[in-house]
Each structure stands twice: as C-alpha cells, then as structure tokens.
C-alpha cells in the first residue's frame, strides 16, 4: 500500500469565503500513483472547514446567509464566551462545527470518484492569514 501526503496552504482575504480546490486534489492524487485507494482532505485549522458539494454560486452565497444567522459575527464577548478570552472568532469555531473538518473521497482508476456535481471546496470562517490544508492518499 502506497501512502502520499502533501499539505496546502490558502490565504482567504475575507473573513467568510469559500473556495474550489478540487484541482489541487486532484493533482495531489496523480502525484501520489496511487489508482484505487482513498484520499482525505483535511481542515488542520479550527476556524476552517472542508466539505464537498456543487460549485455554485447562489448556494454559496445562501451558506454564508445561513452560517452567519445560526452564528453571527459579533467580536465583543457579550454572544461568545470563547471571545472573553481575547479572541474575536468564536462565531467561526461554531461554523466549522457546522459545515465539517474533513471530508474522504474514493480513488478509483486513478481519479476522484465523484457524483454529479460534487467538487471539494476549502471553507473559511476566520480568514486573512494562511492556513493549512491536509490532503493524504492511501491506496495501492
């Protein structure tokens, strides 16, 4: 069994943005030679998610609508008791617990083995410095 890991690093500009990285996975796939396997794609930050769905941009828009009014941005520590600690980010810890940590996508002859429209997307929710992005494929 062949064993490939390689982490990705993004900067989102925005505090909230989400952004395709189904390319960089898939290039991560063909570098590792594995052709029937596993890979998984891993948030390594905690305001930070990975999930796979449709590249779309309406339904994007209408996850940030959503995230932001189930956990408002609000930087005083009057909404999140995590901010009385000096952070202003806990409305993002409560978006990542939403929208997921990781997400394990099946490698069959070589490639993502996908359903209709599904494509994995890099999730930020407290942006504006790099964060790290696992990407490990097992397989033989």
Same mark, same amino acid.
């Given at each position: 069994?062949?064993?490939?890991?390689?982490?990705?690093?993004?900067?989102?500009? !925005?505090?909230?943005?989400?952004? &395709?990285?189904?390319? %960089?996975?898939?290039?991560?796939?063909? !570098?590792?030679?594995?052709?029937?396997?596993?890979?998984?794609?891993?948030?390594?930050?905690?305001?930070?998610?990975?999930?796979?769905?449709?590249?779309?941009?309406?339904?994007? %828009?209408?996850?940030?609508?959503?995230?932001?009014?189930?956990?408002?941005?609000?930087?005083?520590?009057?909404?999140?008791?995590? &901010?009385?600690?000096? !952070?202003? &980010?806990?409305?993002?810890?409560?978006?990542?617990?939403?929208?997921?940590? !990781?997400?394990?996508?099946? @490698?069959?002859?070589?490639?993502?083995?996908?359903?209709?429209?599904?494509?994995?997307?890099?999730? %930020?929710?407290?942006?504006?410095?790099?964060?790290? @992005?696992?990407?490990?494929?097992?397989?033989?």
């Amino acid at each position: 069994m062949k064993s490939h890991t390689k982490y990705l690093t993004f900067q989102i500009p !925005e505090r909230m943005d989400f952004r &395709n990285i189904t390319a %960089e996975v898939e290039a991560v796939v063909r !570098e590792s030679g594995v052709r029937e396997g596993l890979v998984l794609v891993n948030a390594m930050h905690i305001t930070a998610s990975v999930f796979i769905n449709d590249d779309e941009p309406g339904l994007h %828009e209408d996850y940030k609508r959503w995230l932001e009014r189930l956990a408002p941005f609000d930087p005083s520590p009057k909404t999140y008791h995590h &901010n009385r600690t000096g !952070e202003d &980010n806990g409305d993002a810890h409560h978006k990542r617990q939403i929208m997921g940590r !990781e997400v394990v996508v099946a @490698v069959t002859d070589g490639k993502l083995d996908f359903g209709p429209w599904e494509q994995i997307f890099y999730g %930020e929710f407290d942006g504006r410095r790099p964060k790290r @992005v696992l990407v490990k494929v097992i397989g033989g």
